[in-house]
C-alpha cells in the first residue's frame, strides 16, 4: 500500500496511467494519488491497479 504518489500533474515524473502501472509491477494493490498545486486535474476513477 502507498497512500502518497504524485504524477506529472504536480512533483512526479511519471503520468497517472504510469503511475497505476508501476504499482502494480511492484505488487501494491492500494495506491493513492495525491497531486497538489493544481486547481484542473482530471479525476481518475478507482479501479483494480491489476486491470
Do not use: Y
Not at 3 to 27: C, F, K, Y
Amino acid at each position: 500500500m502507498d497512500l502518497h504518489l504524485h504524477t506529472i500533474n504536480s512533483d512526479g515524473d511519471n503520468t497517472p496511467d504510469e503511475v497505476i502501472r508501476l504499482a502494480a509491477q511492484e505488487g501494491l494493490q492500494v495506491i493513492a494519488l495525491t497531486d497538489h498545486n493544481k486547481l484542473s486535474l482530471r479525476i481518475v476513477n478507482s479501479r483494480n491497479v491489476s486491470e
